[in-house]
């Protein structure tokens, strides 16, 4: 894993713990998913400051647009096989709406605020049924493809 790469995987994981909150930022008080991957590829210095809000707790459930899977495809470029600090990305509702970082490939595991757990948290993606589910059709993407 090269230096960059680390160093994001490091900072995202300073953010376990942190509770969810739709469009929060703040490490130790609130984030999102977004907001998550966000903080921890702006706050290492790889991409300058992005910030799509506002946006409504539930866009996602009520449009067809891929409103966050185009935001992630201006920075990043598609990629099949994902490697650490990588962004994965699940379908959720009508659209592409949820995103953790990948941290290791296998099994494959992701930090990312999840709504339902409450807060940011690391776990391999088959352990979590909702996100195991093969109507998520993940999708990876990469700052350095």
Request: overall charge positive; glycine content about 6%.
């Given at each position: 894993?090269?230096?960059?790469?680390?160093?994001?995987?490091?900072?995202?994981?300073?953010?376990?713990?942190?509770?969810?909150?739709?469009?929060?930022?703040?490490?130790?008080?609130?984030?999102?998913?977004?907001?998550?991957?966000?903080?921890?590829?702006?706050?290492?210095?790889?991409?300058?400051?992005?910030?799509?809000?506002?946006?409504?707790?539930?866009?996602?459930?009520?449009?067809?647009?891929?409103?966050?899977?185009?935001?992630?495809?201006?920075?990043?470029?598609?990629?099949?096989?994902?490697?650490?600090?990588?962004?994965?990305?699940?379908?959720?509702?009508?659209?592409?709406?949820?995103?953790?970082?990948?941290?290791?490939?296998?099994?494959?595991?992701?930090?990312?605020?999840?709504?339902?757990?409450?807060?940011?948290?690391?776990?391999?993606?088959?352990?979590?049924?909702t996100l195991a589910?093969?109507?998520r059709r993940p999708?990876?993407?990469?700052?350095?493809?």
């Amino acid at each position: 894993m090269t230096a960059e790469r680390r160093k994001i995987v490091t900072e995202a994981r300073k953010w376990v713990g942190t509770p969810y909150h739709c469009q929060g930022d703040v490490r130790g008080a609130r984030v999102d998913c977004v907001m998550l991957i966000i903080r921890a590829y702006v706050d290492c210095g790889v991409c300058s400051s992005i910030d799509p809000r506002p946006y409504s707790d539930d866009w996602f459930l009520h449009r067809s647009e891929e409103r966050y899977l185009g935001g992630v495809l201006e920075h990043c470029v598609e990629v099949q096989t994902p490697r650490p600090a990588d962004v994965a990305v699940f379908r959720w509702g009508r659209c592409y709406s949820h995103g953790g970082i990948v941290t290791a490939l296998v099994p494959l595991t992701i930090i990312h605020a999840f709504q339902p757990a409450g807060c940011v948290i690391e776990e391999p993606v088959e352990s979590n049924c909702t996100l195991a589910d093969p109507r998520r059709r993940p999708r990876f993407f990469s700052r350095w493809a």
